[in-house]
């Protein structure tokens, strides 16, 4: 093998585990136990109820970080939820909840095949957006 091409297959092998960290890994999960998913610069966890059977008010709980652990304060900041579970759909207003923590509530159930949509505009900064599917089986 050409030192050229073994080194390009090595930085390709190193990489791939950084790659896959969180953003699109449907497994990346967060340390507050919710689904990780890349917006942006920022990455966003998402926690929701796992556990509801009934259509009922429940929270949304997104955390904002860099790098999955460095917080990003949200003071200021406005939020939106959308979950999606099959032919219903829920709205949420997310609202600055503490350091990194964006808060807000719904009507939903803890659905296999519900897909979530959360939108963030930080103080100042342009909004972010990102897609969850927060319990799949491979999310949890």
Do not use: C, W
Request: hydrophobic letters at 40%; a positive charge; aromatic letters at 4%.
């Amino acid at each position: 093998m050409k030192p050229l091409h073994a080194l390009i297959l090595a930085t390709g092998v190193l990489a791939s585990p950084a790659l896959f960290a969180h953003g699109d890994n449907p497994n990346a999960s967060g340390p507050n136990g919710g689904q990780l998913r890349q917006a942006g610069a920022y990455d966003y966890e998402l926690v929701m109820v796992k556990d509801s059977q009934d259509m009922k008010e429940n929270p949304v709980i997104v955390y904002v970080t860099v790098h999955d652990k460095d917080k990003v304060p949200t003071a200021g900041a406005t939020g939106s939820a959308t979950i999606l579970a099959g032919k219903l759909k829920a709205m949420s207003t997310l609202k600055p909840d503490g350091d990194n923590r964006m808060k807000g509530f719904a009507k939903y159930s803890s659905a296999a095949d519900m897909k979530v949509v959360v939108s963030i505009t930080l103080n100042g900064k342009a909004a972010e957006q990102t897609r969850f599917a927060p319990l799949t089986k491979s999310a949890q």
